[in-house]
């Protein structure tokens, strides 16, 4: 039984409340990571539609935050600012952080 609050992958039923795949052109359409990878497709729901990553910003993508780890969030506002400012330039960087 799904609990209140929690999110399901449509496709395996696994829970993905922390980082999910969300079609933007079905509606209630969310695959967990797996599922996503393998091209899964549901219903009208076909692998090359458009997506988006829904992870709230807990998702650690090199390591755990209590290890330093950077959430998912943070990883893409440094990105961001290297887009924005180029790729060396510490300073303003840091400050946009």
């Known amino acids: 039984m799904a609990e209140l609050g929690k999110k399901y992958c449509v496709y395996c039923l696994a829970e993905v409340s922390s980082l999910r795949f ?3 052109e079905c509606a209630d ?3 967990c ?20 990553l829904v992870d709230g910003g807990r998702f ?5 935050e209590a290890e330093g780890g950077w959430s998912s969030r943070e990883e893409q506002l440094l990105l961001d ?8 330039n510490w300073v303003l960087e840091s400050e946009y952080l």
């Not at 990571?33 to 988006?52: K, L, M, N, T, V």
């Not at 650690?60 to 755990?64: E, M």
């Open 22 to 24: 969300r079609c933007t």
């Open 29 to 31: 359409i969310e695959l």
């Open 33 to 52: 990571p797996d599922c996503f990878s393998a091209g899964a497709e549901i219903g009208p729901h076909r692998r090359w539609h458009g997506y988006q």
């Open 60 to 64: 650690t993508l090199w390591g755990a």
């Open 81 to 88: 600012a290297i887009e924005q400012f180029g790729f060396g």
